[in-house]
């Protein structure tokens, strides 16, 4: 589901609903060759930019694709939010990244892309949903395999893994951990509603599959930048005062 062009409540909704979301030029132009003051003006109703609050949340409840109003406690929410959480540490990451000129950067937001993806298809729980949901909100395997693609590549060139490797080399590698973090918690969030039949499969998949790469990448960008990865040494406690 292409909804990576619309950030968060407003995108989600926006993609669900079929609209498209015109910068203000383009809302404004007629059909091919009419111009200037012969060319249809909108009306004040339909000028008028929405609203960001709905107020339809107020006491705690919220609504899924299908209709159906939840706690927003649920599990469902629960899984959305982390999402959320972990695309916004992507971003962040993503930038730091770019500031140093890594080429990585366009494969961090189409995984952003893909998280949307992941949260149209939690939006959407099975036990509510028409099969016409399904078929807007169903989320391919394809990610996987590509995210699959990306961590071999990446791998071959890494020196091989031969102790534990703390959170560290450097700001931009030490943000892809926090990103590696969120993402398992995501996962762990997803697996309760994959097991309850509630969910695809393949978005428990991506998350796992996701932690592994942010992982790998971690390690690349800190080779590429010369940065040292630390290493986890047992502290001795008989040589602690």
Known sequence: MAACVLGGRLGLRAAFSGCCLLHPRFQSRGPPGVEGRDRPQPSSKTSKPPKIYTKTGDKGFSSTFTG???????????????????????????????????????????????????SSALATPRSSARESHLKLTAFPAG???????????????????????????????????????????AERRVVPLVQAGETDTNVAKFLNRLSDYLFTLARRVALQEGQPEQIYKKNDSSNQA
């Open 143 to 185: 990610p996987v395999e590509q995210l699959e693609q990306w961590i071999d590549v990446h791998s071959c060139q890494l020196p091989p893994l031969t102790a534990f490797i703390l959170p560290s080399g450097g700001r931009s590698s030490a943000t892809l951990h926090i990103c590696r973090a969120v993402c398992r918690r």
């Open 68 to 118: 159906e109003r939840r706690p927003k406690d649920d599990q469902v929410f629960e899984a959305l939010g982390t999402a959320d959480e972990l695309s916004s540490a992507i971003g962040l990451a993503r930038e730091l990244m770019a500031e140093k000129g890594h080429p990585f950067t366009e494969e961090l937001q189409k995984v952003q892309c893909w998280l949307q993806d992941v």
